[in-house]
């Protein structure tokens, strides 16, 4: 089978490579599409560690049955289903509890183990969600990280309530996600800030209601102007930086709320306690989600009343993923998802 592997010194290579072998209580999994996020990226370039080099990239996936353990109850070839993002232990009290993301001996698909770059995959029957038929393939691969992820950042961790001023900073995949999901669940005021005036444009039409420049001189007068009032109630941060983490607290509104989803290596300072402490307000940070939360995601989408139609900006031949991640590096076509498709022509 074709699989897209990262070596060491960043290396992306399309290779030719065994089909991956049955295991106990496992399934084979054709991968119709795969979508390829910032974390890819970030590992791609070194940014993250990569605990298991060469790897098969990629976490995010959806297809179709083609073989099942004697084992495994419950999926038969031939069903469409999705991939969770990681391989997780299934004993400790964050899967009791049904919160994947906090397993600690978690397995990310394409940095610990083989991912969803390849026309196969062999996951456990555990990391497998039906994908109904209301939803494409290339939707359904980007429900159990992007959607996914920025429902349990909106609904769960912020809680957001109907009338909100809800301001999102970094809109791309996942941030764009939350827009939609902040409108759905009846925030008042929404702004957007990303210095991609493509990413604004993207914004707007998920149902921002005020765009920000995040490259503007006085970025947090401009978030606040824009909230109305002292500044959002809420704002959920989705770059990954230093200084967007302390814009965000920097401009919510005294006794707000700050939400941090955006991954990365630096370290942000949380100010002087006088002014953290005396605006009381909240930070919190936000991984993965809940199997509740991921069953809910799929059901709006499948029903419509989430509208991903405009989530997939473009798409890929598999061979084409070193392509793919230099596009979202660059930012060309103002992405919010990338798919490859194996099985594409090139």
């Given at each position: 089978m074709k699989g897209i592997r990262l070596h060491s010194?960043?290396?992306?290579?399309?290779?030719?490579?065994?089909?991956?072998?049955?295991g106990s209580r496992q399934v084979r999994i054709a991968i119709r599409a795969a979508g390829v996020c910032g974390t890819d990226l970030h590992a791609a370039h070194?940014?993250?560690?990569?605990?298991?080099?060469?790897v098969i990239m990629g976490h995010e996936g959806a297809g179709v049955v083609e073989e099942v353990?004697?084992?495994?109850?419950?999926?038969?070839?031939?069903?469409?289903?999705?991939?969770?993002?990681?391989?997780?232990?299934?004993?400790?009290?964050?899967?009791?509890?049904?919160?994947l993301g906090l397993c600690p001996g978690a397995r990310i698909l394409g940095m610990a183990r083989d991912g969803t770059f390849a026309e196969q995959i062999v996951v456990p029957v555990s990391c497998l969600r039906p994908l109904p038929d209301a939803i494409p393939f290339e939707?359904?691969?980007?429900?159990?990280?992007?959607?996914a992820t920025a429902y349990h950042a909106v609904a769960t961790r912020a809680a957001?309530?109907?009338?909100?001023?809800?301001?999102v900073i970094g809109c791309g995949g996942v941030g764009h996600h939350v827009i939609l999901?902040?409108?759905l669940l009846g925030a008042r005021t929404i702004v957007a800030v990303d210095a991609s005036a493509g990413a604004r444009r993207r914004a707007e039409a998920a149902g921002a209601d005020v765009v920000v420049d995040a490259s503007d001189a006085?970025?947090?007068?401009?978030?606040?102007?824009?909230?109305?009032?002292?500044?959002?109630?809420?704002?959920?941060?989705?770059?990954?930086?230093?200084?967007?983490?302390?814009?965000?607290?920097?401009s919510v509104a005294r006794g707000g709320r700050v939400i941090v989803g955006g991954v990365g290596m630096e370290s942000p300072a949380l100010g002087p306690l006088v002014s953290f402490v005396g605006r009381e307000i909240g930070v919190l940070?936000?991984?993965?989600?809940?199997?509740?939360?991921?069953?809910r995601v799929v059901e709006l989408a499948a029903s419509g009343r989430l509208d991903l139609s405009g989530s997939i900006t473009a798409r890929y031949p598999l061979e084409c993923a070193a392509e793919a991640l230099a596009d979202l590096a660059n930012g060309r076509g103002d992405p919010v998802r990338l798919v490859l498709l194996p099985g594409a022509s090139p």
């Open positions: 010194g960043s290396s992306v290579q399309v290779e030719e490579l065994p089909e991956p072998t049955l070194g940014r993250l560690p990569v605990p298991a080099l060469p353990d004697a084992d495994v109850a419950g999926v038969a070839v031939g069903d469409r289903v999705l991939l969770l993002p990681s391989e997780t232990c299934g004993a400790c009290p964050a899967c009791e509890a049904g919160h939707q359904g691969a980007i429900l159990a990280d992007a959607v957001v309530t109907g009338g909100e001023r809800v301001a999901l902040a409108r006085d970025v947090r007068k401009a978030i606040r102007r824009a909230a109305g009032g002292e500044g959002p109630d809420l704002v959920i941060e989705y770059a990954g930086k230093k200084a967007s983490v302390e814009l965000a607290i920097a940070g936000s991984m993965g989600y809940t199997r509740a939360e991921l069953g």
